[in-house]
């Protein structure tokens, strides 16, 4: 599962049919930016039915994010395609489909102004897209090996991160053609992402551990210890105070990164119930909008019921 930023609304993948559903808990209440203008405020919207089953994809599906707006969701996967769906659309339209990856899209995210999607994959490019025109603005291939996992910042100067199995995490300024900062490790890197303030990159990878990169200074300053499995996926609250993540070892952790802290040990909470299974996919993780709550994606089989695709019980 995961929560949509700007609304506690919750959406999984179905991976087996190349399909995506949203489970409506409540209506948007947020500032709506990018296609709409802000003192153009709609009022709270809802899902015109509890369960939304969004159709088009053909093969398993990777990764889906919300648009900063709420209004708009992408999804891209082992079809090699981004899906953009209205899913406040009666009929769900698709709005439109990105086509450039020659191979499987693992991550993507969008700007603040819902006007741009970053996405990378297997075929070892990190992407930039025009989502109105749905064309693709540049594509990038510093990475030698295939990237798993990218972020963007969404405060002051717009960069994005990558990790990568070349056991590097590359800092890209999307006005230049090679990034600006790198940092080499010897261990492929699964999960990227921006503190709150943008002056850290926080990654994971087989090694088990959370190194914080402080980017201004360009040193590693600290390493989150605790996880016994590779990571697949972590994620700031929106309080910024705190650091989730998920792991292969069945569990999630919630770590203090506040830049000062009494407490050797950074691990507030370990959270059981993350399943996984032979296959170690890259299974994310992410907080509500309150952080009151946490998510995470499960592995889990379909169900004969599911794949003909209907409702939700």
Known sequence: FFFNDTATTEIYTQAFVGSVRCVQETGINAEYMGFIKMDEVPPAKKLFSPSIQLLGHQHEIYTLKFSPCGNYLASGGNDRQIFLWDIFDPKC???????????????????????????????????????????????YRDHENIINDLDATLIGTEMVVTGSDDMSVKLWDPREKIPILKQIVNYQVTAVCFSKE???????????????????????????IGHTDTLTGIAI???????LSNSIDHTLRAWDIQPFTQENNRCLKTFLGGTHNFERNLLRCGWSNDDKYITCLLY????????????MP
């Open 93 to 139: 339209k698709n709005g439109g489909v990105l086509k450039g990856h020659s191979n499987s899209i693992l991550d993507l995210c969008w700007s603040r102004d819902s006007c741009t999607i970053y996405s990378c994959g297997a075929d070892r490019t990190f992407c930039i897209w025009d989502v109105p025109e749905c064309s693709r603005i540049r594509k």
């Open 198 to 224: 943008n002056d850290y990159v926080f990654f994971g990878g087989l090694d088990n551990q959370i190194k914080a990169w402080n980017i201004r200074a360009n040193t590693i300053e600290y390493s989150l």
């Open 237 to 243: 609250s929106n309080s910024g105070k705190q650091l």
């Open 300 to 311: 889990t089989s379909p169900s004969p019921r599911d794949q003909r695709g209907s409702r």
